[in-house]
């Protein structure tokens, strides 16, 4: 199974490419990048989203999958418990770095990077349950994430986040569900294939417009990867941190998913997520909400390089 899951680790990274030269070369300026992230999370990725979620789940079927969020809600806090225990036992430069290295404890990139693997191993319908357990990181990102970087600190203000274009569209597939489920409980429908042809004619678009996501999201994180400053890989924290991302914390959400005892494809899905490197949007979290950005800016790069050889090699020894 090594073989295999490292040859689709591989092609995913290579995926990046285009992105990394593009910047690199001058093809792509930094506002260029900016752009094409504001196109893919306002427009494309919603799409996908609705589209997934619609075309792959009954409404019964998403609330029997309760799980998938909550199993992602609780690999986040994993991650979060492991790095304040760790935060004891380290000398930290700023009060800033210590924050930095308790976020990325806690978030690592849970949507865009694990997509094509699931979307590779499990087709469209585990893409479909990846983007519902999402909803449990996201809701750990805007409460836990900002309470961390706000010196632990909250304002409920930042629940509103929890209302990006990405977030409403699954919201909103969630309630085309229901209003269709009860619709057939009347009588009106007797399944999806029964929908107005007009109805269908709007996912086919949704689904063209959507196909975009995965190969714009590997070309935005390449670019994205190419701008960053490479100084500061001296800094020992940095390789304790990744150490923790890529292996610490992988291996006791890996432990506990098997011990929870999941239904298999949940069971699945979780486990790709647990393995993911730190997030890439850490970078922008840091600018907005406070944080050190070049130490962040340093594990993003220093977690996704590794994490090359230790996505296949964790998911080989628990997936089977």
Known sequence: MFPHLLFNVLCIFLMMLPGFIAVRSGFFSRPTVTELSRILVNFIYPCFIFYAIINSFTFNE??????????????????????????????FRTADEEKSFL???LLNNYSFLPLPLVMFLFGEKGAAALIFSSFGAELTVWTVGVFILRGHRLSMKNLAHLLTPPMISLYSSVL???????????GCFTGHGNLAPYANYTLNTLKIIGSATIP???????????????SGFNNS??????????????????????????????????????????SIASIMMSEIYGGDKEFMT?????????????????????MH
Not at 216 to 230: C, E, N, P
Not at 247 to 256: D, E, G, H, Q
Request: hydrophobic share 60%; glycine share 8%.
């Open 103 to 105: 976020f990325q404890s």
């Open 216 to 230: 714009l999201a590997m070309i935005v994180a390449g670019a994205r990867i190419a701008m960053i400053d490479l």
């Open 298 to 318: 340093v594990t993003v790069v220093s977690s996704h390089l590794l994490s090359i050889i230790t996505i296949p090699v964790l998911l080989s020894l628990y």
């Open 237 to 278: 924290r940095v390789w304790i941190l990744t150490c923790l991302r890529l292996i610490v914390i992988p291996l006791a959400a890996l432990s506990i998913l098997k011990l929870v005892g999941l239904p298999e494809d949940t069971e699945k899905i979780l486990m790709i997520v647990a393995v993911m490197p730190t």
């Open 176 to 186: 085309f569900l229901w209003i269709l489920s009860v619709l057939e409980g009347n």
């Open 62 to 91: 998403l609330v029997g999958r309760w799980t998938l969020p909550a199993g992602s809600l609780g690999i986040m806090i994993t991650g979060y418990l492991i790095g304040l225990a760790a935060v004891g036992f380290i000398r």
